[in-house]
């Protein structure tokens, strides 16, 4: 089955620094890559996907690339200010609409005001 | 905007006991899925259910789970004879038909004691 991966565990940046946040995925098979945004005690919130025709999508002040031949996507966010503070979790997905997401392990982002 | 809702948001219950957690998807979704999370590790995957029937569940939904669409409005997630390690917060999630993305419910927190 499907094995994602994800770097780095905890992420800690100065308010306005970028912040990226990197992925990997062992079926080639999957197309569709979201990326949820997780405050404490809080649900998982879908703040931006990618599909597997497209390299690159971008919006405001976040983006999401991906890499098909490496089989590695990557989110990443700019301007960074402390409301960014959560844990983001990749997932990747066969896509369609009864497909599961297998999700990364998630990364700790703290944004330093 | 709609959003899948949850209850309870917190089920305590004694090992052994079963429990019924319940979701309300958006109204227009036709997939509906079971994640669970337990405390600070990935989510992961349970059951997939379309058209009254399970798309698909993983190694983790034994013989002890169940799911079912009651009415036309909820979806329940049923733990017979609860053990320690299900302890967990559960989040339900729903789809649209032609679409890749899943909205999560905001969970809920089940502590077997």
């Known amino acids: 089955g499907e094995n994602v991966e994800q770097h780095p565990s905890t992420l800690s940046v100065q308010e306005g620094d970028s912040a990226v946040i990197k992925c990997t995925y062992s079926?080639?098979?999957?197309?569709?890559f979201p990326w949820y945004k997780q405050e404490l005690g809080k649900r998982p919130q879908l703040i931006i996907d990618?599909?597997?025709?497209?390299g690159e999508k971008k919006d405001q002040r976040i983006a999401v690339t991906l890499n098909k031949t490496a089989k590695h996507f990557s989110l990443h966010i700019t301007e960074t200010q402390p409301e960014d503070s959560a844990v983001y979790f990749c997932?990747?997905?066969?896509?369609?609409?009864?497909?599961?997401?297998?999700f990364g392990k998630g990364t700790l982002l703290t944004v330093n005001p | 905007e709609p959003e899948v809702t949850q209850t309870p948001s917190h089920q305590v219950t004694q090992m052994g006991q079963e429990v019924i957690l319940r979701c309300v998807p958006i109204?227009?979704?036709?997939?509906f899925y079971w994640y669970r999370q337990i405390l600070g590790q990935k989510v992961e995957f349970l059951v997939s259910?379309?058209?009254?029937?399970?798309?698909?569940k993983s190694e983790i939904f034994d013989d002890q789970f169940s799911v079912e669409r009651p009415d036309g409005s909820n979806f329940t997630l049923k733990i017979r004879s609860t053990k320690l390690e299900d302890s967990a917060m559960y989040f339900c999630?729903?789809?649209?038909?032609?679409?890749?993305?899943?909205?999560f419910g905001p969970g809920t927190r089940l502590t077997v004691t």
């Open positions: 999630a729903s789809s649209v038909p032609g679409s890749n993305e899943q909205y």
């Open positions: 079926d080639s098979a999957s197309n569709y």
């Open positions: 990618i599909r597997s025709n497209v």
């Open positions: 997932a990747a997905s066969l896509g369609g609409s009864n497909y599961k997401l297998t």
């Open positions: 109204s227009n979704h036709l997939y």
């Open positions: 259910f379309y058209n009254n029937e399970i798309s698909e």
